[in-house]
């Protein structure tokens, strides 16, 4: 077992005693970092197909997402506070759903530029509508680019969202400030641990989430 300064450095016992409080603390750290996911999803799609439609609309998007994204997460989430307050999620929620736009953009316009025009132009001569063919043939094609950056985007997510403890949030972030301050490693490698596990479980997921999503693609490996 490692030691430090002659204690070992993870306290099993402390561990045991404060189960309750991972899953209490996992549990926030979770809804703190789909939250802006979700939200820079439903944000991303209408804005990819804004500039998939009007070409001219996709550069200052994407300027605009990467302004965001250069910011310094605590200065952003500091700006927050005097809009939202110490207590309030969305302090948290807001700031990184901005940065997830950074990756979500990107990926939904490229997901939808790699729709061959053939496949376009045969599902509006079988009759469907714009806003039909862009649900049931577009989207779907585009879901492997989409999927990429929404995996990327969530794992940054719940890297970033420990940082939120310094204006009052930050889930898991909490272990990290807890340790430090008494000194105490055990809560900051409980932290890491437990982050990990939540990142990899999240990209799991969502890459069985695709799988289901695109049954072609697993019929195509098949066939091959």
Request: glycine residues 8%; aromatic residues 8%.
């Given at each position: 077992m490692?030691?430090v300064d ?10 045991a005693?404060?189960?309750q ?18 939200l ?11 500039s998939?439609?009007?070409s001219?609309?996709y ?5 605009g997402?990467n302004?965001?994204?250069?910011i ?5 989430f ?8 110490l207590?309030?999620?969305?302090t948290?929620?807001?700031p990184?759903t901005?940065?997830?736009l ?6 939904v316009?490229?997901g ?6 053939s ?8 009759g469907?509508?714009t806003?039909?063919r862009l649900?049931?043939?577009e ?7 989409i999927?990429a ?9 719940i890297?970033?969202?420990s940082?939120?403890v ?13 340790g ?15 982050t ?7 990209d ?6 695709q ?12 066939t091959a």
């Amino acid at each position: 077992m490692a030691l430090v300064d002659g204690e070992p450095l993870v306290r099993w016992n402390w561990v045991a005693d404060h189960l309750q409080d991972f899953v209490d603390l996992t549990g926030e750290h979770l809804f703190l970092s789909l939250a802006p996911v979700v939200l820079g999803l439903l944000i991303s799609i209408p804005l990819g197909v804004a500039s998939i439609r009007w070409s001219w609309l996709y550069a200052p998007v994407f300027a605009g997402a990467n302004l965001l994204y250069a910011i310094p997460s605590l200065a952003l989430f500091m700006l927050m506070l005097d809009l939202t307050g110490l207590n309030s999620r969305w302090t948290a929620i807001v700031p990184l759903t901005g940065y997830t736009l950074a990756v979500l953009v990107p990926n939904v316009v490229d997901g939808l530029r790699q729709v061959p025009d053939s496949v376009r132009q045969a599902a509006t001569a079988m009759g469907f509508g714009t806003w039909r063919r862009l649900v049931q043939v577009e989207l779907p094609i585009a879901v492997p680019v989409i999927m990429a950056g929404l995996r990327v985007a969530t794992v940054s997510s719940i890297s970033l969202v420990s940082v939120a403890v310094l204006v009052g949030q930050g889930g898991l972030g909490q272990l990290f400030t807890d340790g430090a301050q008494r000194e105490f490693p055990t809560p900051i490698i409980a932290g890491i641990v437990l982050t990990i596990l939540l990142a990899f479980a999240a990209d799991l997921t969502l890459v069985l989430a695709q799988r289901l999503l695109t049954p072609w693609a697993r019929s195509r490996r098949g066939t091959a």
